[in-house]
């Protein structure tokens, strides 16, 4: 499988392949997988599936999603998280 984000300290590492997962924050920031993603806002929800980026078909609209961004609500009394949450499916897979 891989290792998250830039491992500085992957030498030595047992069972490190030398590939790297990018979390689903990430791909978002970099835009990657852009026509993948869904957004649920406290007002909305969604019912559907999550795929792994293995699954990703480029240029294919529409496709089930591979990012889930669920927007926080701001200025809520008790709560003190005040970013977005993503979610996304890693699974062992091969591309």
């Not at 957004?39 to 599936?49: F, K, L, N, Q």
């Not at 795929?51 to 990703?56: A, R, S, T, W």
């Not at 970013?83 to 499916?89: A, I, M, P, S, W």
């Amino acid at each position: 499988s891989c290792l998250m984000g830039n491992p500085p300290f992957s030498a030595g590492v047992p069972g490190f392949t030398g590939r790297m997962c990018f979390n689903s924050p990430k791909n978002y920031q970099l835009g990657w997988y852009e026509d993948a993603v869904q957004t649920v806002t406290p007002s909305s929800r969604y019912d559907g599936a999550l795929k792994g980026i293995v699954n990703y078909e480029l240029g294919t609209t529409p496709q089930d999603p591979v990012i889930i961004k669920i927007e926080v609500q701001r200025g809520v009394p008790g709560i003190a998280y005040e970013g977005d949450l993503y979610l996304g499916f890693n699974h062992a897979v091969a591309f």
